[in-house]
C-alpha cells in the first residue's frame, strides 16, 4: 500500500526534487485531516454505504501515514541528530518512535469523533474482529475500538474487552492501557459503577503483561485505587 501510494505521489511532481504545490503544500497528513472534517461533517449524506467506505480508507490511509511519519523521524534523526523541531525533546527517540500510534490515534479522535459516526466506526469494528481488516493487525482494530470508546459509542466496554482478549505482547496492548486509564481517571468517581468496569479492564491488560494469576487480580485493582486517591484525593 505504502508503495502505491508513493508512486502515485510521485507521478504527480512536475519537477524532480520539487514537491507537487497548489494553494500551499499538499500531503498526506494534510488529505487526512480533510477527509476526516469532511467525514465528521457528513450527517446530512444517507448513504451509510458510502460512509463506511470512508471511513474504512481513512483507516487504511492513517495506518499508511503512521509508517510514513515513522520513516521521516527517523530519516530527520539520521540527517541532523536530533528530533524534528515539532517534537517534544523531553521524550527520548526511543519512546517517541514507539508511542507513535498512539498519538496518531489521538489526533483521530480529535478530527473524526464524533457520536454522529458511531453506527459507521462499529461496522468497522466488527468487520475487523471477523478477520476482514486490511492488515488483520492488533493496531488497526485498536484506531477503531479507541476511537469508539472516545466518543463513548453504545456497549462500548464490551468491545475494548474483546480487543484485550486478542491482544498479543506488542505495543497495542500498552496503548490500550494508556486509554484505559485516562477513562478512568477522567470518567469515574469513588465507588461508581464505571469504576469497577475500568479497573477489571485495565488488571486483566495487567495481568496479561506481566504474566501474574487471577488470585493477585485484587491486588492490582486496589494499587490503582491507591495511586488515584494520591494523586486527587479521596
Given at each position: ?29 494534510a488529505l ?16 451509510i454505504k ?22 521521516h523521524i ?161
Amino acid at each position: 500500500m505504502i508503495e502505491e501510494f508513493q508512486n502515485r505521489r510521485l507521478s504527480k511532481i512536475i519537477e524532480p526534487g520539487k514537491i507537487l504545490k497548489k494553494n500551499g503544500n499538499i500531503n498526506l497528513e494534510a488529505l487526512l485531516i480533510l477527509m476526516s472534517v469532511v467525514l465528521r461533517n457528513s450527517e446530512g449524506v444517507e448513504d451509510i454505504k458510502l460512509k463506511k467506505e470512508i471511513y474504512s480508507s481513512l483507516i487504511k490511509y492513517t495506518l499508511i501515514w503512521t509508517v510514513l511519519y515513522r520513516e521521516h523521524i527517523i530519516d530527520y534523526i539520521l540527517k541532523h541528530k536530533k528530533l524534528p523541531p515539532t517534537l517534544s525533546t523531553n521524550i527520548s527517540v526511543q519512546r517517541t518512535l514507539l508511542n507513535l500510534p498512539l498519538h496518531v490515534q489521538s489526533g483521530m479522535s480529535k478530527w473524526v469523533g464524533t457520536p454522529k459516526l458511531a453506527k459507521v466506526i462499529l461496522s468497522k469494528i466488527e468487520s475487523d474482529l471477523k478477520g476482514k481488516s486490511f492488515t488483520k493487525s492488533d493496531l488497526e482494530l485498536f484506531f477503531s475500538v479507541a476511537l469508539y470508546g472516545d466518543i463513548q459509542g453504545n456497549n462500548y466496554p464490551e468491545y475494548y474487552k474483546k480487543l484485550i482478549k486478542q491482544l498479543k505482547n506488542n505495543p497495542v496492548r500498552d496503548y490500550t492501557l494508556f486509554k484505559l486509564i485516562f477513562y478512568y481517571y477522567r470518567r469515574t468517581r469513588d465507588g461508581s459503577p464505571n469504576e469497577d468496569l475500568y479497573l477489571d479492564m485495565i488488571s486483566d491488560l495487567k495481568m496479561k503483561e506481566l504474566n501474574m494469576p487471577n488470585k493477585m487480580k485484587q491486588k492490582v485493582i486496589n494499587s490503582y485505587k491507591t495511586t488515584k486517591k494520591n494523586l486527587f484525593g479521596s
